[in-house]
């Protein structure tokens, strides 16, 4: 298992319960990839949190996907709050950053019940709807996960003295 460095503001550092709450309550975050050449890939997308995974779901071919084909290790920042405040020259900011290993989703009912929690996460109770549209595009899609090995959050001084 690898060792993933300790938080170096330890004072600022959100508890495992608050990081899910982040990633439960954000609609979007970026993931980071190893790309082309070895350069960086991070790309935005919309997610579900699950049990301790995330889900994507991606077309069948693209940059995204050779990235991920190529190589398993991955990171996802999702920003829960972004507040600035110019008088202070600052910003009130929460702030999660989940690492693992992702995947492409091979068994084909795992793809389809991960890609109705990603449906449902951003229409809920349309279950008709969402029928009609796996329908049509569920051939054409992928289901990514990722499994969460680490994850670290932070919040600016700011929000910390607010809440305290």
């Known amino acids: 298992m690898t060792q993933f460095r300790d938080m170096r503001r330890k004072r600022q550092q959100l508890s495992e319960e608050e990081n899910i709450a982040i990633l439960k309550e954000a609609t ?15 790309v935005p ?28 290790k991955a990171s996802f920042c999702v920003i829960g709050q972004d507040d600035v405040q110019p008088k202070e020259y600052s910003t009130f900011y929460r702030s999660v950053i989940a690492f693992g290993r992702i995947h ?6 795992e793809k389809l019940e991960t890609a109705r929690m990603l449906g449902n996460r951003y229409n809920p109770n349309d ?6 549209e796996l329908e049509g595009s569920f051939s054409r899609m992928l ?4 499994d969460i090995e680490h994850l ?13």
């Open 45 to 72: 997308l919309s997610y579900v949190y699950h049990e301790g995974k995330l889900y994507f779901h991606s077309a069948l071919s693209g940059h995204k996907v050779d990235a991920i084909r190529r190589c398993d």
């Open 104 to 109: 492409i989703v091979e068994d084909e009912q």
């Open 143 to 146: 289901m990514i996960r990722f």
């Open 152 to 164: 670290t959050g932070k919040e600016s001084i700011g929000l910390m003295r607010m809440r305290h």
């Open 127 to 132: 279950d008709e709807r969402l029928q009609k």
């Open 28 to 42: 979007s975050g970026t993931l980071a990839l190893l790309g082309d050449d070895g350069y960086p890939y991070a």
